[in-house]
T-cell receptor
Framework: KQEVTQIPAALSVPEGENLVLNCSFT??????LQWFRQDPGKGLTSLLL?????REQTSGRLNASLDKSSGRSTLYIAASQPGDSATYLC????????????FGPGTRLSVLP | DTGVSQDPRHKITKRGQNVTFRCDPI?????LYWYRQTLGQGPEFLTY????????KSRLLSDRFSAERPKGSFSTLEIQRTEQGDSAMYLC?????????????FGPGTRLTVL
């Protein structure tokens, strides 16, 4: 059974810092990988999608990469802002069928002004 | 608003009552998913529709749970004889395979509290 670990579980940083969130799958066969943001009590907002033919994606201050040989992904946030405070979840799909999407528990990020 | 919508946003019920949640996906999306999320955990897959066909159900979906997508558009998730353990956030997502990739877009969720 595919299991997902996210490290760290929680992170508190001062505004302006660059930071890295980690995601690791027990089965490295990942077809698609998505990073999401979730604000307290809210749904998930898709941040980045890494498709099967890709190794990384960038959007603004966010960069996500996927190492398929190890089943590990990182989300890099540059110049963090208080508005980045949220829980960040990664999810992987081994078959591109969607229904096999497996989520990590999330990293709770607090960016202090 | 062209995103995924869910109704209601919050539901408080007493143990033993039945509840029904609705999800309206992005209009051109043919795939619809239901997930359950408890505090501090990532969402767990419950069930999946392609158009009106329910193609997969998780073992988490006991006999008390039923989902429908009668016309391939909106979907409902019903929980019968609710238990306190059903308290969670119920999330709906939709996707389309038009780009040959299954990128899921989520709704705001329905938070269920069973007293």
């Amino acid at each position: 059974k595919q299991e997902v670990t996210q490290i760290p579980a929680a992170l508190s940083v001062p505004e302006g810092e660059n930071l890295v969130l980690n995601c690791s799958f027990t089965d490295s066969a990942i077809y698609n990988l998505q990073w999401f943001r979730q604000d307290p009590g809210k749904g998930l907002t898709s941040l980045l999608l890494i498709q099967s033919s890709q190794r990384e994606q960038t959007s603004g201050r966010l960069n996500a990469s996927l190492d398929k040989s190890s089943g590990r992904s990182t989300l890099y946030i540059a110049a963090s802002q208080p508005g980045d405070s949220a829980t960040y979840l990664c999810a992987g799909d081994p078959y591109n069928y969607g229904q096999n999407f497996v989520f990590g528990p999330g990293t709770r990020l607090s960016v202090l002004p | 608003d062209t995103g995924v919508s869910q109704d209601p946003r919050h539901k408080i019920t007493k143990r033993g009552q039945n509840v029904t949640f609705r999800c309206d996906p992005i209009s051109e999306h043919n795939r619809l998913y239901w997930y359950r999320q408890t505090l501090g955990q990532g969402p767990e897959f419950l069930t999946y529709f392609q158009n009106e066909a329910q193609l997969e159900k998780s073992r988490l979906l006991s006999d008390r749970f039923s989902a429908e997508r009668p016309k391939g558009s909106f979907s409902t998730l019903e929980i019968q004889r609710t238990e306190q353990g059903d308290s969670a956030m119920y999330l709906c997502a939709s996707s389309s395979r038009d780009r040959d990739v299954d990128e899921q877009f989520f709704g705001p969720g329905t938070r269920l509290t069973v007293l």
